[in-house]
């Protein structure tokens, strides 16, 4: 019924607009505009926000630090291995490295079972290296402890070439590895670090390259 009383003064909608009837028919309301709140989002994300400190590496271009480790000499055993590292971060991918290191050899299996035939003396038996490296971070990102701590961290290739001082003699050597650099806080940098150092020998009668690797842990300052 209301809908042709509606229709009914659709038709006669100037004659109404003139005697003011025209609020009667509820189609003909202007509709009021939706009002939305600005203060509250349509949707509530359920996720807590958190904060995290970042250690961030220091602006400064060159580390200097120590590392200590083992180091297995073909045929001559395994032991201790020291030395010191210094770097140049040229860019954010690429960096040149200098290090030196010093290990002692053991006695090989001949002369453990000879029971007395000696290959070296025994200051022969000190071996000194050192090689200029160029490294590339291959793998540069962040590293996470608990919920609130991330760390800068990357993983390196480094390759060079040096020379390594063993048996009274001078082999010239060549390097090849892989690291693992963790930023304690924007100076100080833990690394780990799995190098070959080759060179060839003729200790046991022939000439052969021997692979001597060695696995390292140190600490770095950046300056």
Same mark, same amino acid.
């Given at each position: ?40 989002? =349509? ?26 480790? /083992? ?5 001559? +055993?395994?032991? =201790? /291995? ?58 540069? +990102? ?18 060079? =070439? ?16 892989? +690291? ?36 390292? /842990? ?6």
């Amino acid at each position: 019924m209301e809908s042709r009383i509606c229709i009914f003064l659709l038709k006669a909608l100037p004659l109404l607009v003139l005697l003011g009837l025209s609020g009667g028919c509820s189609l003909l309301r202007t509709a009021e505009p939706a009002v939305y709140s600005e203060s509250e989002p =349509v949707i509530k994300p359920g996720i807590e926000r958190r904060t995290i400190t970042e250690a961030d590496i220091d602006s400064e271009d060159f580390e200097v630090g120590a590392f200590v480790g /083992v180091m297995g000499i073909e045929d001559f +055993g395994s032991n =201790v /291995v020291y030395g010191v590292r210094a770097s140049y971060h040229a860019t954010e991918d690429f960096f040149f490295e200098a290090a030196a290191g010093a290990t002692r050899a053991d006695e090989t299996s001949y002369e453990t079972l000879s029971g007395g035939a000696q290959l070296l003396t025994d200051s022969q038996r000190d071996l000194y290296y050192y090689n200029l490296s160029l490294g590339y971070n291959v793998l540069p +990102g962040e590293s996470f402890i608990g919920s609130r701590h991330a760390f800068n961290s990357a993983l390196y290739l480094v390759a060079g =070439v040096g020379n390594t001082e063993f048996a009274d003699d001078s082999h010239f050597t060549y390097s090849v590895g892989a +690291g693992y650099r963790f930023l304690l806080n924007d100076w100080v940098a833990l690394h780990l670090d799995f190098k070959d150092h080759i060179f060839e020998s003729d200790l046991l009668g022939t000439d052969k390259y021997t692979h001597n690797l060695e696995g390292t /842990v140190g600490l770095s300052m950046f300056f």
